[in-house]
C-alpha cells in the first residue's frame, strides 16, 4: 500500500497495552503518521468512566492529546456476550478486578458461561482519532468481529480473551492467527481501516 500523508506528521497512541500497541502499530503504517506510545511520553492511563466504547475511546485521546500536545488515537475494545448481559464489555480489561492479568479475566469468563449453552460473542472496537484536545469534529470508526467462546483455551497469539474466541468458520481461535491473518480480520483491523479511508479523504484536495 502506498503511504499517502495525513493532516498530521505526529500522533500519541492513546493506549498502554502492548497486545494492542503492537496490532495498531502495524495496522497504522500505511498512514506514515510518526507514532509515539503514551507510555513512552509518561502519559498514564485516562480514566474511562463512560458506558460505552466510543465514549472512553474519546476520553484516553482527550486525556492522551492533551498531554503530548498531538493529535491522539485511541482504541478502547473488549468482548461483548450476550448471555452474560453484554459483559464484560466495557469492563473487559478489569472484568475480574481492577489490575486483573489477561489469564484472571479469562477464568472469570469461562466460570461465569457454566452451563450456558449460547457461546456468542463479539469483539467490538471504537477507535478515535482527534487532531488536539478540544477538536469539535473526531474522525470515529468501529468494528466488530462476531465468534463463539470456547472452555479450553487454544493458541499463544495476541492477548486478552484470544485463546477462548473460536472464530467458527475458521475452526481457529484469533490466539491460532498469525499476526497478520488477525489484523485483516478482527475488530481492531475493521476500525483502523475503516479510519484510514476517513483520513486520507479529509487530507484529500478539495
Ligand atoms: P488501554 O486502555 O491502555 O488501551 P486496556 O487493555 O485497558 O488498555 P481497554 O479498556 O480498551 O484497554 O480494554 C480492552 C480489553 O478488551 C483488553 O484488555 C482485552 O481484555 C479485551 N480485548 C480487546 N481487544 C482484544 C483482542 O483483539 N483480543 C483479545 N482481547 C481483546
Not at 506528521?9 to 500497541?21: C, D, P, R, S, W
Not at 486483573?100 to 456468542?120: F, P, V, W
Request: glycine share 12%; proline share 5%.
Amino acid at each position: 500500500m502506498s503511504k499517502s500523508r495525513v493532516l498530521a506528521t505526529q500522533a500519541v497512541l492513546a493506549t498502554g497495552n502492548a497486545g494492542k500497541l503492537r496490532e495498531m502499530a502495524a495496522l497504522l503504517a500505511p498512514i506514515g503518521l510518526q507514532l509515539r506510545a503514551q507510555g513512552g511520553l509518561g502519559i498514564a492511563a485516562a480514566p474511562e468512566t463512560g458506558v460505552t466504547f466510543i465514549e472512553n475511546a474519546l476520553q484516553k485521546a482527550r486525556h492522551a492529546s492533551r498531554s503530548a500536545k498531538l493529535p491522539a488515537i485511541a482504541d478502547d475494545s473488549g468482548l461483548v456476550v450476550p448471555a452474560l448481559g453484554g459483559a464484560p464489555g466495557v469492563r473487559s480489561a478489569r472484568y475480574a478486578g481492577n489490575h486483573a492479568t489477561d489469564a484472571q479475566n479469562n477464568r472469570k469468563l469461562i466460570a461465569s458461561l457454566a452451563g450456558l449453552e449460547n457461546r456468542t460473542a463479539w469483539f467490538f472496537c471504537a477507535l478515535v482519532f482527534i487532531e488536539r484536545e478540544e477538536d469539535p469534529a473526531p474522525l470515529l470508526a468501529t468494528g466488530i468481529w462476531r465468534g463463539r467462546i470456547i472452555d479450553q483455551p487454544r493458541g499463544g497469539g495476541g492477548f486478552g480473551y484470544d485463546p477462548h474466541f473460536l472464530i467458527p468458520h475458521l475452526g481457529r481461535t484469533s490466539a491460532e492467527l498469525a499476526a497478520e491473518e488477525k489484523n485483516a480480520l478482527s475488530h481492531r483491523g475493521q476500525a483502523v481501516a475503516a479510519l484510514l479511508g476517513q483520513l486520507r479523504e479529509r487530507s484529500a484536495p478539495t
